[in-house]
């Protein structure tokens, strides 16, 4: 048991909220000063602590997989996360972890579970999608296999050449192409630019994780355990969805037996509360209680500090929402807007843009929480600097829409002035296929 969870859990059984803050960001790596320099093992380092990275399209600042290892590690080259993750036998693939995501390599079989489960679901039925395109899945699985790692255009393009039939078209193709990869026979063999390149798994991953099949039980027991660990502190519902686990009975199972086994230890936190009554939460062994965190991040929505709403809104009062489907004149904060963390709180948000013609980072909105500290502008300040600069961009122009910008501007003295509102549509940056 380490030293500090040995005195959490021999003095008390409880933990205030502000204790809960830092075990929770100390946990995602966000409690120690940024290295000076941040490489490759830096960058593994931090995925190693997440577990897993998120991947999400919209690239209206930076695409978010790469805004986490910003948050941080600070300013690093993208090229060296891109190595990384994307390169000819890469450490890391895509799977649906948490949503669609990065997960080491080496953990393909522990999703062997929800393969089995996504193909009992979509692909058993013989009135279902999967049963009445088997020819077209067929061919698509069988071009994989003669031509190696293709593109979706790559396929639908040989196919129209080959007048094979007016099912030959994108949708069908790729389609066909998700449903073999939730099913685990395809795997991702990186991207170029942001569109996939399917493999067929073999010819994409190597032989020893391909071939580790990990039992359901023991697959959602280690799941939980790494949700546990990336998160320091942690309700049942906050572990089932760092992985989207919706067998309840299995995460409880799985809680039970870490428990007993002496590497979750249960705790309640002042504030979380169920039904009216204390709830049940769990503290990883892992654990480490800061004395107090001097930090200061921008974080995407899709950061594990944030993702799962709920405990963001537990943790620090933080009602969160991204408004990318909202329409304009309805939004409230903003098109993208992303959490501030100063310190051990989250404190603001701001919608950035990198205008890339005009080597100019955007802040359309920024607004502030309720008990920012008085550092809060400065801080932010900062970050703004660093992120823009990380971006390649030479300067900073604040708007007028939000409680925050003024003060935002004054701590900017360099920064321009624009105006932008919600009633102004933020325009998405040019976009390649997402898929």
Not at 15 to 35: D, N, T, V, Y
């Amino acid at each position: 048991m380490s030293d500090a969870v040995a005195r959490l859990t021999r003095v008390k059984s409880s933990l205030s909220l502000p204790e809960a803050r830092r075990i929770a960001l100390s946990a995602q790596g966000l409690a120690k000063p940024r290295p000076a320099q941040a490489g490759t093992r830096q960058l593994a380092a931090a995925l190693s602590r997440m577990a897993t990275l998120q991947i999400d399209s919209v690239n209206v600042f930076a695409r978010s997989h790469y805004m986490p290892l910003f948050s941080r590690v600070g300013a690093y080259d993208p090229a060296a996360l891109d190595r990384l993750l994307f390169a000819r036998r890469a450490p890391y693939v895509e799977y649906w972890a948490h949503v669609a995501a990065f997960i080491p390599a080496t953990d393909w079989g522990l999703f062997r579970f929800r393969m089995d489960e996504m193909r009992a679901k979509y692909g058993s039925a013989q009135d279902g999608w999967f049963g009445q395109h088997r020819e077209t899945v067929d061919w698509v699985r069988a071009e994989l296999a003669a031509r190696g790692p293709l593109r979706p255009a790559q396929i639908e393009h040989d196919a129209r050449r080959g007048a094979r039939g007016p099912w030959w078209d994108w949708d069908v193709v790729k389609r066909a192409l998700e449903y073999l990869w939730l099913f685990g026979e395809v795997a991702i063999a990186g991207r170029r630019g942001f569109e996939r390149r399917y493999g067929l798994a073999e010819h994409v991953l190597p032989a020893d994780a391909l071939n580790i099949r990990v039992e359901r039980a023991d697959a959602i027991r280690e799941l939980v355990r790494r949700a546990a660990r990336a998160y320091g502190v942690a309700t049942a519902a906050d572990l089932a969805d760092y992985w989207r686990l919706t067998d309840r009975k299995a995460v409880m199972a799985a809680i039970g037996e870490l428990t007993d086994s002496g590497e979750l230890h249960p705790v309640t936190v002042d504030g979380w509360t169920a039904a009216g009554r204390p709830a049940k939460a769990w503290l990883h062994d892992s654990a480490a209680l800061p004395r107090r965190i001097d930090a200061a991040a921008i974080l995407t929505p899709f950061d594990p500090v944030v993702w799962f709403r709920d405990r963001a809104e537990r943790l620090f009062d933080f009602a969160y929402r991204i408004e990318i489907y909202t329409p304009a004149h309805k939004r409230r904060f903003g098109y993208y807007s992303l959490p501030v963390l100063v310190d051990d709180d989250l404190v603001g948000r701001v919608d950035l843009k990198a205008d890339r013609a005009a080597s100019t980072l955007l802040v359309q909105s920024a607004w502030w929480e309720h008990g920012r500290p008085t550092h809060a502008a400065a801080r932010l300040a900062d970050e703004l600097r660093t992120a823009a600069a990380w971006q390649g961009l030479g300067s900073i122009s604040v708007s007028r829409w939000g409680d925050a910008v003024d003060d935002l501007a004054r701590a900017l003295p360099e920064a321009g002035r624009h105006e932008a509102g919600p009633a102004e549509p933020v325009a998405l940056a040019a976009e390649e296929p997402a898929g």
